[in-house]
Structures are given as structure tokens and as C-alpha cells.
């Protein structure tokens, strides 16, 4: 056994680590995915709410840590990344956000049909089917990062270790004080 395979508390197995190829084909999901929202016309702030929204949801400590700095750096405020678990109760989010949030919610929870219905709706008054699909893309693969995540229970440090941006070009990384965008920590 080695530390490659394990994670910190001895029990888990890091799967990016153990699986490095199939890690990198969901690196290269998330940056086809990525490119695909900006040609959508989906910008970077409306993308980085999809993804803490959808790891709020999930619990996922390691990419809300990651997409909190992200969301910061894309100019995103402090404010709304605070309100956003209860984003419906607010004035701050446009409506595409808002239908962006709401189709990322009910990505999430594939089962609750009736939210997958209301969300469409709602969708369909502000964004365009290739903005819809997009929207519904980023929650896709945020979800699989969360559950890959979570399943290794990659851990949140407080160290200036560099940060990889998995929807930039390979080798582009950040330090956790943000000065370029940043996605996935290297591990």
C-alpha cells in the first residue's frame, strides 16, 4: 500500500491517483465542457455558481474550495458566494443564473422529475437550447468531480500548493491567493 493509493486517514483510495487514465479522460471532459459553455455564450461567473452550487449540494469540501477561488478570481463577490445556498431568497442573481442554478439543482437530483420539469421551464424563458445543454453539462461533470472527490476524500489544506485548472490548457496553475483561474487541485 502505498501513499499514492491512500488517502490521509489510511481507508480510501485516491481513484484519480489509482485510475490516473480515467481521471485524465474526466480532466478532458471537463475542458471540452468548459469550452463548449463559452461558446454557449455562458461566461465564467454564471459557469463557477453551476459548479458550487452543485458541490454545495453534495458536500464536496475539496471542489467547493477549488471553485470558491475560482469564482472569486472570474469577479464574482464574496456576498453572493455567502447567499448562494439559499440564492431563491435573493435579489442578486440575474435570471440566467437563476434558471442556470435551477437546472444545475435538478441535475443533481436526477430522480425529482417535477423539479427537472420547473427548472426546464424557467430555463427556457432566458437561455437557448446550447446554453441549456452547456448549463446542464457543467452540472454533469461537476457532479462526477464531486463524487471522485468525495470517494477519495481529497482534503482541503491550508498550504500555498499549486492549483490546476482542469478547463485550461494543460499545465496552466495557480497559487490558492488566485492569481489565474484555477479548477482541480493537483494531488
Known sequence: MTDVTRA???????????HPASYQALV???????????????????VELVNLRVSQINGCASCLDVHTRAALRSGDT???LGVLPAWRETELFTPRE??????????THPADGLAQDRAYEEARAVL??????AVVW?????????????MSRHPVRDTAAPVRDVSAPV?????????????????
Request: charged content about 35%.
Open 8 to 18: 490521509t486517514d489510511g481507508r480510501r483510495v485516491y481513484l484519480d491517483k489509482q
Open 28 to 46: 478532458r471532459t471537463a475542458e471540452t465542457v468548459r469550452a463548449e459553455a463559452a461558446r454557449a455564450g455562458l461566461d465564467r461567473v454564471l
Open 78 to 80: 464574496a456576498r453572493r
Open 98 to 107: 437563476r434558471a442556470a442554478l435551477a437546472l444545475a439543482e435538478a441535475t
Open 128 to 133: 437557448d437550447d446550447d446554453e441549456i445543454s
Open 138 to 150: 457543467v452540472a454533469i461533470t461537476i457532479n462526477a468531480f464531486n463524487r471522485v472527490s468525495i
Open 171 to 187: 499545465g496552466d496553475t495557480v497559487t490558492p491567493a488566485g492569481d489565474a483561474d484555477g479548477a482541480v487541485r493537483d494531488r
